[in-house]
């Protein structure tokens, strides 16, 4: 697909008389790096008209892909939706499966899932926040976030064997237990990240420039953000107080003493702060499951090999590092799922970009981009 | 909110969605005819469904069954709120009007599944290029490149 | 005669000089970057990696030579030498030692602000011939840009020639005082930020990292092409760091002989470092605030610094 201008038009302005309309293209491959998006711009000058996304780059059938699948190997296909963070893709779907065929979870696994799930926030917060610096040109920050990332993927490595789509969350539980010295190891990891996210804050936060970038672009309102079905660290920068594990708890979470971080002005600046503090309360949790956590099985004993739930419908939801990523399973009976719908947030985030790219400079829109960080393995399934 | 109580709560505000309402696996489901679709949905979101989480259908055969997802904030809870479809008239009423999140979800159900909007904005296809043919995630979407997956289990 | 036989030899010399100063530049870079980013920078290639950028040039010169099918041909193979030949035209008046200048002409100081300036002609064409949007719109904010920080870094330069009484980097070397460095602190700071935002460097390199988001003025400029590019930035940062070093920081009136142009190596590569190091370390701006900074921040601010001179030389 060339990158070319595809049209201009006249556009009569205020006081009757015509400039034109230049439309720009943004590519689905682009330098910035959140993945295969395309953006057309209409551009009066250098403010933004309108700006339309236009997704499905990487749309890979895995929701047809699921109905031909049994529901143990459907699992690996939920690592590659929301590729940053695989671990919550895979227990969104678990706990619909587990919600369909009636399995309980033993604790231990339940809390093995908590864990890995809030190490994963902190990774995806991590790239979120270290992209959004590299695109406004911040190198050394988004060097200094991944680090942070790649301390947690080598304890995942360590867990799984996989730095990316660990594939370890499975209906009943979790696939394997904890090498040995893995939480002392993860407990050194959650101390010394604190004071990592603290150089990260001043490093980029702290800069003029970074908060002259941020502040103030891509404004979302309150009940804009609910209406739109925005939800994650995107609605909570708008002042909405809501998150799962808080409002609507699930699996262990009640017994866990954690704040919400939320912003007030909705802008991009706001967003990016919200998912800094996520992590440092993502330590706190991880401190707390790991000092609560009891020996015992971390899988459901018993499960058939073939799970085969009996026909009906059943979603689950969880709070995912994006936002409410909710899974619709219709079972027939049979070993294969009938139909797998992904209720991702990065897709309902991503209608967004339109509303709030609006009226600002074509600098800006990355920025907003940026700060709803999307997938676009979630996005486009 | 506990399931029953929202259910109750429910029946006190609306009482002709009472009979629809069904719990099943722990949730609750509001079953509607497809004319009365649009109606149940600003009834709901009245009472106080704030948030659309999705729109989606499931190929049922002989009828098309459209599912939507609401959840609420202020009760903490989410119900889905279904009707069936024919499959040669799949057609509905569309509920930008009452949530701008429907936008882009009944675009993804139109652009899968082939039912049609009425009184969205824009529909056309989100996820397929514009230019494709056929509806892939109906049962009897039939394409030659698709290589069958031999069956391991 | 023998004036344009020293030219040509002075020519190829600072040509040489800054394809040297390209070398160790974008080596020094790559190594405090890495620094910076807890990771080590170019090893592999000569000792601690020093031949890398020779690597990376002879790659760029093997490169097919590529000229867009629509593209203004021969503008577009010019353009680069238009940015490029200022910058080495403006190494020259820069005193490398006390009483020592290649080009000893008695307007130095206006030399070095004014032909630099002609490179903003390069920019442009460089993004008009190549007949793409991106780069068109990459090259016209580059150009206002530059133009715009032209005025702090004329004004920053200014208390100096006050100072010393005339336009003549020598004379400004010859004049220079030790408390010089501390009334001149304002103008020091905007000479460097405003050569920063000249040079499409560090915090002010949109016009270059429009990359993130649509191409910059040079992005169908490829091998050896755009390497002339790069070139006239290092070659312009390393101008900008000696005049810098040896007008503002005096090294050869604090240090007599050979040791003061060893301190004066020392203060520019720090100069240069500076630069390196900003430039790493913050993002960028964007194009309104960048506009906004030099003309409500450091004018003003290169205008109190001349105030203050003016104010202080009858005492002086």
């Not at chain 3, 004004?155 to 010089?180: K, T, Y």
């Amino acid at each position: 697909m060339p990158l070319g201008v595809e049209s201009r038009r006249n556009v009569e302005t205020a006081d009757g008389s015509f400039t034109e309309e230049l439309v720009v293209n943004i590519g689905p491959s682009h330098p910035s790096t959140h993945g295969v998006c395309r953006v057309v711009v209409h551009l009066d000058g250098e403010i933004v008209t309108r700006a339309e996304p236009i997704i499905g780059y990487l749309h890979r059938g895995i929701e047809k892909m699921a109905e031909n699948r049994t529901y143990l190997q459907v699992v690996p296909l939920t690592d590659r939706l929301d590729y940053v963070g695989s671990m919550y893709s895979n227990w969104a779907y678990c706990r619909a499966v587990e919600r369909l065929a009636g399995i309980r979870v033993p604790e231990r696994g339940e809390y093995l899932r908590v864990i890995v799930c809030e190490m994963q926030r902190i990774a995806s917060h991590m790239m979120a926040l270290g992209s959004m610096g590299a695109d406004t040109g911040a190198f050394t920050f988004f060097i200094y976030a991944f680090d942070q990332r790649e301390r947690i993927v080598e304890l995942f490595e360590e867990l799984c064997g996989a730095r990316l789509t660990y594939n370890y969350v499975r209906p009943g539980g979790v696939a394997s237990d904890l090498p040995e010295g893995w939480t002392s190891r993860l407990l050194e990891f959650t101390t010394a990240h604190r004071s990592a996210l603290g150089e990260l804050d001043r490093l980029y936060f702290g800069n003029a420039i970074a908060r002259g970038r941020l502040k103030g672009v891509g404004v979302l309102d309150a009940s804009d953000a609910i209406a739109w079905g925005a939800t994650g660290p995107v609605a909570r920068g708008s002042g909405v107080n809501w998150d799962l594990r808080k409002h609507d708890p699930y699996s262990v979470y009640p017994r866990f003493d954690f704040d919400v971080p939320t912003g007030t002005n909705g802008d991009a600046y706001d967003r990016a702060r919200v998912r800094l503090f996520e992590c440092y309360e993502s330590c706190r949790i991880i401190e707390q499951a790991l000092a609560q956590m009891q020996p015992g099985p971390c899988s459901a004993e018993g499960l058939p090999r073939l799970l085969a739930p009996r026909p009906g419908e059943a979603y689950d939801h969880i709070e995912s590092a994006r936002g409410t990523l909710g899974v619709y399973l219709v079972s027939d009976g049979s070993t294969r799922p009938h139909r797998m719908k992904v209720c991702s947030p990065a897709f309902s985030n991503l209608a967004l970009l339109p509303l709030l790219a609006e009226g600002h400079l074509l600098s800006d829109l990355v920025v907003v981009l940026g700060s709803l960080d999307p997938v676009f393995g979630e996005v486009d399934r | 909110m506990n399931i029953s109580d929202l259910r109750d709560h429910l029946c006190a505000t609306f009482p002709d969605l009472c009979p629809l309402f069904s719990i099943e696996f722990d949730d609750g489901v509001i079953t509607v005819e497809r004319d009365a679709l649009y109606a149940a949905a600003s009834n709901l979101l009245e009472f106080g469904f704030e948030r659309l989480g999705m729109i989606t259908a499931v190929d049922r055969g002989e009828f098309f069954e459209y599912v939507n997802r609401l959840h609420s904030q202020s009760l903490s809870a989410s119900i889905s709120l279904k009707c069936a479809l024919p499959r040669q008239d799949a057609r509905v009423a569309s509920l930008t009007s009452l949530w701008p999140a429907a936008n882009w979800h009944e675009r993804e159900t139109y652009d899968l599944f082939g039912i049609v909007f009425e009184g969205h904005p824009d529909l056309r296809r989100i996820l397929l290029p514009d230019e494709w043919e056929g509806h892939p995630l109906r049962k009897d979407y039939h394409d030659e490149r698709v290589i069958k997956r031999p069956d391991y289990i | 005669m023998s004036g344009l036989v020293w030219g040509v030899v002075w020519g190829f010399a600072a040509s040489l000089l800054i394809a040297l100063a390209a070398l160790l530049g974008v080596w020094w870079e790559r190594k405090v970057s890495g620094a910076i980013q807890m990771r080590i920078g170019p090893q592999e290639l000569g000792p601690a990696g020093l031949l890398q950028t020779l690597a990376d040039t002879v790659k760029l010169v093997l490169k097919e030579d590529i000229t867009p099918r629509a593209a203004d041909v021969t503008i577009f193979r010019i353009a680069p030498l238009i940015v490029f030949a200022p910058v080495a035209m403006s190494l020259l008046v820069v005193p490398y030692a006390q009483g020592f200048a290649p080009l000893d002409t008695g307007v130095g100081v206006l030399f070095f602000m004014a032909v630099p300036a002609v490179s903003v002609i390069g920019v442009l064409l460089a993004g008009w011939s190549s007949r793409n949007t991106y780069a068109t719109i990459g090259g016209i904010r580059a150009a206002a840009q530059m133009i715009s920080y032209e005025l702090p870094r004329t004004l920053s330069v200014l208390p100096l020639v006050l100072l010393a009484g005339s336009l003549r980097p020598l004379d400004i070397v010859d004049a220079w005082r030790w408390w010089w460095i501390p009334l001149l602190t304002i103008a020091f700071v905007v000479y460097l930020i405003s050569s920063l935002a000249e040079l499409n460097r560090g915090p002010f390199d949109l016009p270059e990292a429009e990359s993130e988001l649509v191409a910059g003025y040079f992005a169908d400029y490829s091998g050896i092409r755009w390497a002339i590019f790069m070139m006239a930035e290092y070659g312009g940062l390393l101008a900008a760091s000696v005049f810098g070093a040896a007008l503002f920081l005096g090294p050869f009136s604090l240090l007599p002989g050979a040791a003061g142009i060893a301190l004066f190596v020392v203060f520019s590569a720090a100069i240069a470092t500076l630069m390196v190091w900003t430039k790493w370390t913050f993002p960028r701006m964007r194009p309104d605030q960048l506009m906004g900074l030099a003309w409500k921040v450091l004018t003003p601010m290169a205008l109190v610094q001349l105030a203050l001179v003016g104010v202080v030389l009858p005492w002086l």
